[in-house]
């Protein structure tokens, strides 16, 4: 595992391939999207896929946090894939993600707009965004910020080798901002080259793919907000 | 043979007809109360004689309800033999409704048909099983007396084929005494196709009539005007003389292989159609509209030639095609027979066809084709077992028509032929998946989609199971398509997904037969505008081509082993192989040949197989992880339909070893589970046993992300239940189809101890096609990472001048670690050095475990 370093407002920040980030200045692990109990939301409209996707997601949070030792864990929203989510796990699940929040000292739950509202009977502060000196953390990207970790958009990238295109979730960033993928063992992706991603980076940027052991970074191309679109191309 | 009755006869009479002998045998059928096949080819008033038993008894005992229900695996096909049914019923008055029911049929028609049915009912796969989810099933299908299957021989052994042997399981008990009628065309396995139709899965429970064959088909080859084309698939340089063709002749069909070649084909004739003769594009990808214009068009007699896929093979008689030229490689004789006998539909009058080789190995295959047509030798497999996934799909609609106990249903169902080797495992494990899943871990009991009472019933769990269900019927299951719309425009048709994903705006590529510009992406559709600059691209679509069959394999190779046979070969070709003598030596019919020779730098191997484009894939990947073992550092592989070539750094001094038969080990099974085609081949499975949403077509983009990807689903469960029923489908489906891993294992035993290996100073004449093909596949196929760092060093090697972000660049790049052999500075100053394969070979070994 080879993280890269990045600086963001004058801090600097590990990207590690696992799909998480680390603030060591702070000893803070930031990681998004998990959307525990995917997979239960499914079976629940009667498509049946496996439900190991908790389990799954846990254990590789699992060994992110046992490598970083954070006395700070972030989760930047859309931790579970939906309101109800926490009351569906598993008693197995629930034990191991109660031991993996006991071995930090602070917990924060950004709230995303899958889940709104904290999670009930989970230890840590729950707050739409959060600021710790010149680092925001909040769960969609804000275009004005500066300086904000976030996640929401799931993003991935799509590189073409010769033996045709590889795509892969990915850090989105710029000189503004690290918009972090997804963690969750169920979660999709957004292209970057989307307006409404992109749109985001609108001197470009660079993605960070996820690979194995290591990054792959590749430019992004500078690209419009999605509100400067031209008209035809809207709706 | 009896006289059929009145006015039956009156009316054949009348058109100076006689009934044909096999329509009076499926009458008699009829009459003894027996299920019937009849394998005739086209032309031979098949469907007539399909429903000949139905008018009469119809006639002779006028009453309510549906009587006879014909199944189709075309929409159009159905509603298109409706009309021609009209003709008899009206002119000889008879008391008889017929009306067709498919996916286009408006809700106030199909309410109609449920309070008043039709006493015939012509429809597909997909709307039977509908009408059989329902309650009231059992009611409306009470009386009915007959099934008449058309086109079984492409029904048989497809997806859809078994959902209709599924549905055909339960109206034999909804409707004792049913009798089921299979039209076909000829096949290789009329015992198979037997089975598969039988209420019992007993071939001998299904009377065989056969239709007199045709006239013999006249056929000819014919080459490009000069040079003969050493590889390439798509004919275009015989386009002049196809236009000539098409030009001497009344109406022509001209049938390639793929749509890409389909678009290529009809450009060429474009440009250099002076006369301007009506000439149309038909193939799949089209919007339908476009479509039914050219059928109606071609119908009308108002089109001269239409250059045709696959999409035309099965269906519509168009009545008057004076010729059929087939461009490129049959690849199969039934589909060539399939092919040939669109041309002309008139029994007494020889079908014409010319073939057209797109290269020097293709005219070998088509002058086996033409020996194999001749011999009345067919190909083709037998149906294989039917698919668990449609079982799922089966056991939740059956239960929304009425509970079930389990012991009856799996009873049911293998009385069916496609499920008669079901074991009972395997159907209560599906079973299960369907009430919740089927894992060992049971996370989703209160979620059941059915429940059993006191008495081992098994009842669907509420209406919106049912409603869910029923709206997810069906088992074709599309890639993901995006339609093609010109700006303030209408839409052309639609492309694969990730085509649209390789374009970028100002592209051209090639579609529905002129030249398009890409614009870009809104929501759901790509927008386009005609013209564009520079090299137009042609979308491929995945698994457009047939790979070589396995009869028309061994014919290849008989020709070329055996000198005297030549004499059907054009001349150019025979040179060709005497040239092959001369340097090197033939490829033995039952043995293998392996050339070794070394170019540019890189030693080459090519194993004529002759085993199909599929088999050759997947023995490229075995064989080139036995090389690395071996010590020869391969770089790639290329599989064609009939060798097998590879390029590696060392020498291969043992390469018969390469083909021990027991690389079909670990190995294998490790590639196949990490194989996209696995995945592929698990999407669809998931899909149709209702484990993921089906792509609704215009469906909103926010719905779209509500969908889950299955390649996800696929990786967790591979990790946490290896086991489980959809991961045994998925195995078994790819094994046998798309892989054709058991035409390896055949090669493989044919060949042993009869490896033939020449080690040569150059290449040989028999090998430059090959090494002139496209799609080439690097040895690291598996290894993404690999790719990912190769890709991205270039991306920046090429990039590295003109970041747009160069001052925070400086900073993210500052603590990457460069390993050896992984290039990750993104501002590498020897900019003019391209990793070469040998570093790459390297660091995929590094990543390997």
Request: with cysteine; hydrophobic share 40%; charged share 25%.
């Amino acid at each position: 595992m080879t993280p890269a370093p990045l600086h963001l407002s004058g801090e600097r920040l590990m990207l590690d391939p696992m799909g998480v980030v680390s603030w060591p200045a702070r000893r803070t692990l930031v990681v998004s999207d998990l959307h525990l109990e995917k997979g239960s939301h499914f079976a629940a409209r009667g498509h049946f896929v496996p439900p190991y996707d908790t389990r799954e997601t846990l254990s590789r949070l699992a060994l992110a946090v046992r490598r970083y030792r954070p006395a700070r864990l972030v989760l930047l929203g859309d931790s579970f894939h939906d309101p109800r989510g926490c009351e569906r796990m598993a008693p197995a699940d629930c034990a191991a993600l109660g031991r993996l929040l006991a071995e930090v000292e602070e917990v924060v739950w950004v709230l995303g707009n899958h889940d709104p509202v904290a999670p009930v009977g989970l230890p840590g502060m729950a707050s739409a965004s959060l600021a710790d000196g010149p680092i925001t953390f909040r769960h969609e990207a804000d275009f004005r910020a500066v300086g904000e970790l976030s996640g929401h958009f799931h993003p991935k990238a799509a590189l073409a080798t010769r033996a045709g295109t590889i795509s892969r979730p990915c850090f989105a960033t710029d000189a503004r901002r690290v918009i972090l993928p997804a963690f969750g063992a169920y979660t999709g992706g957004l292209d970057v080259r989307d307006p409404a991603l992109g749109g985001l980076f609108p001197r470009g940027g660079r993605a960070f793919m996820l690979g194995e052991g290591r990054l792959f970074s590749i430019p992004m191309p500078p690209m419009r907000r999605p509100a400067q679109r031209s008209p035809e191309r809207v709706g | 043979m009896g006289t059929l009755p009145e006015p039956f006869a009156g009316w054949f009479a009348a058109r100076g007809w006689t009934p044909r002998t096999h329509q009076l045998a499926l009458w008699k059928a009829a009459i003894s109360g027996e299920s019937a096949l009849l394998i005739a080819p086209t032309g031979g008033g098949k469907t007539l004689a399909g429903f000949l038993p139905s008018l009469v008894d119809l006639h002779a005992e006028p009453r309510e309800g549906l009587h006879t229900l014909y199944v189709s695996p075309l929409k159009a096909l159905a509603v298109d033999i409706a009309r021609n049914l009209m003709d008899p019923v009206r002119e000889m008055d008879l008391p008889i409704r017929i009306e067709t029911r498919t996916g286009d049929t408006p809700q106030n028609r199909r309410a109609r048909q449920r309070e008043m049915p039709p006493q015939i009912l012509l429809t597909t796969p997909e709307s039977l099983a509908v009408l059989l989810a329902s309650p009231e099933a059992p009611e409306f299908f009470a009386g009915l007396r007959t099934i008449v299957v058309d086109e079984a021989h492409a029904m048989a052994g497809s997806k859809r084929g078994d959902q209709l042997a599924l549905c055909m399981a339960r109206l034999d008990r909804l409707a004792p005494g049913l009798r089921r009628v299979g039209l076909s065309a000829t096949v290789a396995h009329p015992e198979a196709l037997r089975a598969w139709l039988s209420p019992t899965a007993r071939a001998e429970d299904v009377r065989l009539v056969l239709g007199k064959g045709g006239a013999e088909p006249v056929m000819e080859l014919m080459l490009p005007a000069g040079h003969l084309p050493w590889g390439g698939h798509m004919g275009l340089a015989s386009a002049p003389r196809i236009l000539e063709r098409i030009a001497g002749a009344g109406v022509t069909i001209v049938f390639v292989n793929t749509r890409a070649q389909a678009e290529l084909i009809f450009a060429a004739l474009w440009k250099i159609n002076e006369e301007n003769l009506p000439i149309a594009l038909h193939h799949g990808s089209l919007q339908i509209e476009q479509r039914r214009k050219v059928e109606a068009a071609m119908a009308a007699g108002k089109l001269r030639a239409v250059v045709a896929t696959a999409s035309l093979d099965l269906g519509i008689d168009w009545g008057a095609v004076d010729q059929v030229i087939q461009v490129g490689a049959p690849k199969g004789v039934s589909r060539l027979l399939q092919r040939i006998g669109r041309a002309n539909h008139r029994m007494d009058e020889p079908s014409r066809a010319v073939l057209v080789p797109a290269n020097r190995f293709e005219v070998i295959e088509c002058v086996a084709a033409t020996e194999a047509v001749r011999a009345h030798e067919l190909d083709g497999d037998p149906p294989r077992p039917g698919g668990l996934d449609v079982l799922a799909q089966h056991i939740l609609a059956m239960a929304c028509q009425a509970p079930f106990h389990p012991d009856e249903l799996y009873a049911e169902v293998t009385r069916a032929g496609a499920y008669s080797t079901l074991s009972r495992r395997d159907f209560d494990d599906v079973l299960r998946f369907v009430e919740d899943g089927g894992y060992a871990l049971q996370a989703y009991d209160r979620f059941r989609r059915l429940f059993r009472d006191s008495e081992g019933m098994v009842h669907v769990r509420d209406l919106r199971v049912a409603r869910q269900a029923r709206m997810n019927l069906g088992t074709i299951v599309d890639t993901p398509m995006l339609k093609v719309r010109l700006r303030g425009g209408p839409v052309l048709g639609e492309v694969e997904e990730w085509f649209a994903s390789t374009l970028e705006p100002g592209h051209c590529f090639i579609f529905a037969g002129q030249t398009l510009r890409y614009e870009g992406i809104d929501a759901l559709t790509m927008v386009v505008t005609r013209g564009g600059e520079g090299e137009p691209r042609v979308p491929a679509y995945a698994g457009a081509r047939m790979p070589l069959s396995t009869s028309l394999s061994l014919r290849v190779r008989s020709i070329l082993a055996d000198p005297r046979r030549w004499r059907g070969l054009p001349e150019p070709v025979r040179d060709w192989l005497r040239l092959q003598r001369h340097r090197s030596e033939l490829p033995q019919r039952d043995g293998m040949l392996i050339e070794v020779f070394p170019k540019g730098g890189r030693w080459f191997m090519v194993a004529y197989c002759f085993e199909g484009r599929l088999a050759h894939q997947t023995l490229g990947m075995l064989v080139t992880k036995r090389m690395e073992r071996m010590g020869y550092a391969p770089m790639g592989y290329l599989g064609t339909d009939y060798v097998l070539a590879t390029w590696s750094a060392f020498e291969p001094d043992e390469p018969e070893r390469l083909f021990e038969e027991d690389i079909l080990g670990e190995e294998l099974e490790d590639w196949i589970a990490e194989s996209s085609m696995l995945r592929r081949t698990f999407r669809n499975i998931a899909t149709i046993a209702g484990l993921i949403e089906k792509n609704h077509p215009g469906q909103e983009k926010s719905g779209r992300q509500m969908t889950m990807n299955s390649d996800l689903i696929y990786d967790v469960l591979r990790k946490h239940e290896p086991d489980h029923i959809l991961l045994r489908a998925t195995r078994a489906e790819a094994a046998h189809g798309l892989t054709d891993v058991g035409r390896i294992a055949t090669l493989l035993s044919r060949v042993q101890g009869s490896i033939r290996v020449r080690r040569l100073d150059r290449v040989s004449p028999l090998a430059v096609p090959a090494l002139i093909e496209e799609g080439r596949e690097w040895v690291a196929g598996g290894a993404e990472d690999a790719l990912l760092a190769e890709a991205a060093a270039l991306v920046d090697e090429a990039t590295g001048g003109a970041e747009h972000f160069a001052d925070v660049l400086a900073e993210v790049t500052e603590g990457v670690r460069v390993r050896s052999g992984v290039v990750d500075r993104p501002r590498r100053q020897d900019r003019k050095r391209r990793p070469p394969p040998r570093r790459f070979i390297r660091s995929a070994r590094e990543l390997a475990p």
